[in-house]
C-alpha cells in the first residue's frame, strides 16, 4: 500500500504570502492519479487539482500543482483570507482498486 | 447541479448496525463509480469503499472489510453503506463521493452524515 505524507503538518503564513504544501509517496505515483482537495471547518472536501496539475472547475489560478514520481506539490501563488484551510493529498491505486490520503496540511493564518 | 446528500447517521451502540444513504441528482448515477470516504472528529479522511457505476465491482478497504457492504440502486439514484458491529473506531462523519469518469479523484462530495458509535 502506498502512503502519502504530507509536509509540512501546519503552514503559517500571512495574506498574500505564498504558500507551498509537499505530498511525497512511499513508491511512485502516476502523475495521473494524484488529486488535492481543500477542507475548511465543518464542510466536505472540494477537489481543487487531479492529475496533479489540472485545476477543477472553478478553481481560481492561483492553486496550481506540479510533481511527478513520488514528490507532489500544490503551490498557492497568493494566499487570500478565503484560502486558510486544512489541504490533503490523495492517490488512486488500481489494483485493486483502492484510494489512499495524506494526514493533512493545516494552512493557517500568521 | 450535481447533489449529493446522505442521510442515516445518529447514535448507535457497540456491536450494533446501522444503514447510510446517499441520495444523488443532477448527473447520470448510473455512469459513475460512487465511494464512501470517512473522518473521524479531528482527524484526516480515510477511504472505506468504492462501487463500479453498474454495481459489478466493489471494493473496501481493509480495516471495514467483511463488516461493511456497499450498494446501489441505480432506479433511484441511491447508494447505500451497511455498517455492521460497530466500534467506537467507527465514529465519524461519512461522506459520499462521486468519482471521476476516470475512478482517479473525487470530483463531488456530500455534506456529510454523522456516525457515533457509543453505549
Known amino acids: 500500500e502506498i502512503v502519502l505524507t504530507q509536509s509540512p503538518g501546519t503552514l503559517s503564513l500571512s495574506p498574500g504570502e505564498r504558500a507551498t504544501l509537499s505530498c511525497r509517496a512511499s513508491?511512485?505515483?502516476?502523475?495521473?492519479?494524484l488529486a488535492w482537495y481543500q477542507q475548511k471547518p465543518g464542510q466536505a472536501p472540494r477537489l481543487l487539482i487531479y492529475g496533479a496539475s489540472s485545476r477543477a472547475t472553478g478553481i481560481p489560478d492561483r492553486f496550481s500543482g506540479s510533481g511527478s514520481g513520488t514528490d507532489f506539490t500544490l503551490t498557492i501563488s497568493r494566499l487570500e483570507p478565503e484560502d486558510f484551510a486544512v489541504y490533503y493529498c490523495?492517490?488512486?491505486?488500481?489494483?485493486?482498486?483502492?484510494?489512499?490520503f495524506g494526514q493533512g496540511t493545516k494552512l493557517e493564518i500568521k | 447541479e450535481v447533489q449529493l446528500l446522505e442521510s442515516g447517521g445518529g447514535l448507535a451502540q457497540p456491536g450494533g448496525s446501522l444503514r447510510l444513504s446517499c441520495a444523488a441528482s443532477?448527473?447520470?448515477?448510473?455512469?459513475?463509480?460512487m465511494s464512501w470516504v470517512r473522518q473521524a472528529p479531528g482527524k484526516g479522511l480515510e477511504w472505506v469503499s468504492v462501487?463500479?457505476?453498474?454495481?459489478?465491482?466493489?471494493y473496501y478497504a481493509d480495516s471495514v472489510k467483511g463488516r461493511f457492504t456497499i450498494s446501489r440502486d441505480n432506479s433511484r439514484n441511491t447508494l447505500e453503506l451497511q455498517i455492521n458491529t460497530l466500534t467506537a473506531a467507527d465514529t465519524a462523519v461519512y461522506y459520499c463521493?462521486?468519482?471521476?469518469?476516470?475512478?482517479?479523484?473525487?470530483?463531488?462530495w456530500g455534506q456529510g452524515t454523522l456516525v457515533t458509535v457509543s453505549s
Open positions: 463521493a462521486k468519482g471521476s469518469s476516470s475512478w482517479y479523484y473525487f470530483d463531488c
Open positions: 443532477g448527473f447520470t448515477f448510473k455512469t459513475y463509480a
Open positions: 490523495q492517490q488512486y491505486d488500481s489494483s485493486p482498486r483502492g484510494y489512499t
Open positions: 513508491q511512485s505515483v502516476s502523475s495521473s492519479f
Open positions: 462501487m463500479s457505476g453498474s454495481g459489478g465491482s466493489t
